[in-house]
């Protein structure tokens, strides 16, 4: 069975917990709802980053509390390159399938489109 890498992002308006959470958990149901045959239980690990301006949570956490509490995760920080995206959420969540990887659908929500347009166009 292949590995594929299914990239996401969001932003949030501040650095509060609940807002970093709720975001998280969006864009992670948008992820399983644009790749219809993922399950939970066939995600092999995530890795989250956030910008340097996101401290109050762990974005893993809502992985968690949405029942992923099986799967390798991790959180990081962001390069802090000038110019970029703030207040941004970003995760690459590797799923074991046999989706061919022209079929894996990215998603980018909120301010975060502007990471990738060409993606989010193809939607």
């Known amino acids: 069975m292949a590995i594929r890498g299914i990239r996401g992002a969001t932003t949030v308006s501040a650095d509060e917990p609940d807002l ?3 975001a998280t958990r969006e864009l ?3 992820i399983l709802a ?7 239980e066939d ?10 301006d996101l401290a109050s949570t762990f974005p893993a956490q809502a992985a968690r509390q949405m ?7 991790t959180c990081a ?9 703030p207040k941004a959420i970003r995760v690459l969540v590797h799923w074991n399938t046999e989706t061919p990887q022209s079929e ?3 998603v980018y929500l909120r301010d975060a489109v502007k990471l990738r347009p060409d993606l989010v166009a193809a939607q």
């Open 104 to 106: 894996i659908k990215h």
């Open 77 to 85: 920080r962001e390069i802090p390159v000038p110019g970029s995206l």
């Open 28 to 30: 992670l149901e948008a």
């Open 43 to 52: 995600v092999g690990s995530a890795i989250f980053t956030v910008t340097e």
């Open 20 to 22: 970093i959470l709720e």
């Open 67 to 73: 029942g992923w509490s099986l799967v390798p995760m």
């Open 34 to 40: 644009a790749n219809k045959s993922m399950k939970p």
